[in-house]
């Protein structure tokens, strides 16, 4: 395998395996790491004349179902592992829920900025040493969101080319009153998996960016009465769960565009230099290998 773009899947993504939504799967396998076996890497290539591209995916939660949620993901092996596969560039996606009311159930959103509310992840690959001291003025790479957002401006989504992400530490939702706290601190949206996956990505020197879905107001946000037995428990209307189904649909075509138009670009944005300091320093060499301390 040796791609430069990938695409980790969130929920959903099983279901657009099984339907054979991304086109060819050449290949699957998973990859052992310093932390661990990676969440099985599949290599897909378009079918489409049009257009061909490849490129390699991540199913975040399972291959045929929600087998894993946020919480127990390795995220440090699926990162580890992509990385050594040669890709330079992630789009993940993410079902959050809704903070902000000007936000409706369905909607795709681009965030710009994250706030990390996880706990007891483990965040970084340089436990134990004196290097990863990284900025993160755009913590999700600007290039791959205008390609992003270009992509949805095409396929005439109802989108928001910015958000905040809250990202929590599960597996429980929210109560109302952290949702109340999370709208004081600026987040539009919450969820569970974008953290640390975007850091991870920066330490490795990758392109990340994220295109979300909407799926449900956060509690507290709009006057839900409990359902039992329910996903969301009552929080997803049928007329909502329609709209977000019909989003997960839309991703084999927002991926294609954006590749498609990434190929076009050359990168220049900050990711790939995030860890210039150290190397001009001489404490990390050019072999990535090398940086990481299982």
Wanted: charged share 25%; glycine share 10%.
């Amino acid at each position: 395998m040796n791609d430069n773009f990938a695409v980790i899947g969130g929920s959903g993504a099983y279901e657009l395996l099984k339907n054979e939504g991304f086109g060819v799967d050449l290949e699957c396998r998973k990859i052992i790491t310093p932390f661990g076996e990676s969440a099985s890497i599949h290599r897909f290539k378009s079918e489409a004349k049009a257009s061909h591209y490849s490129f390699l995916f991540i199913s975040r939660h399972g291959e045929t179902g929600y087998e894993i949620s946020a919480p127990f993901v390795n995220y440090r092996a699926n990162i580890w592992a992509l990385k050594e596969c040669g890709v330079e560039r992630i789009i993940s996606w993410s079902g959050p829920g809704i903070i902000n009311k000007k936000y409706s159930v369905g909607d795709f959103v681009i965030p710009h900025d994250i706030i990390d509310e996880t706990r007891g992840r483990e965040y970084t690959f340089f436990g134990g040493t004196g290097i990863g001291f990284i900025r993160q003025s755009h913590p999700f790479c600007s290039e791959i969101r205008d390609a992003v957002s270009a992509a949805l401006e095409a396929t005439r989504e109802s989108y928001h080319n910015e958000g905040v992400y809250v990202c929590t530490q599960g597996p429980r939702l929210e109560t109302a009153a952290e949702i109340r706290k999370f709208r004081i601190l600026g987040g539009d949206m919450v969820g569970m998996t974008l953290a640390p996956e975007v850091f991870l990505s920066r330490e490795l020197e990758m392109c990340y960016a994220s295109v979300c879905y909407l799926t449900n107001y956060a509690e507290g946000v709009e006057d839900r009465d409990y359902t039992e037995g329910e996903l969301f428990e009552g929080m997803q209307n049928n007329h909502e769960r329609d709209r977000v189904d019909k989003s997960i649909l839309k991703f084999p075509e927002i991926i294609k565009r954006t590749f498609k138009r990434l190929a076009q670009v050359n990168k220049g944005c900050i990711c790939k230099n995030a860890m210039g300091r150290y190397k001009r320093r001489g404490d990390i060499g050019e072999d990535w290998h090398t940086w990481i301390r299982s």
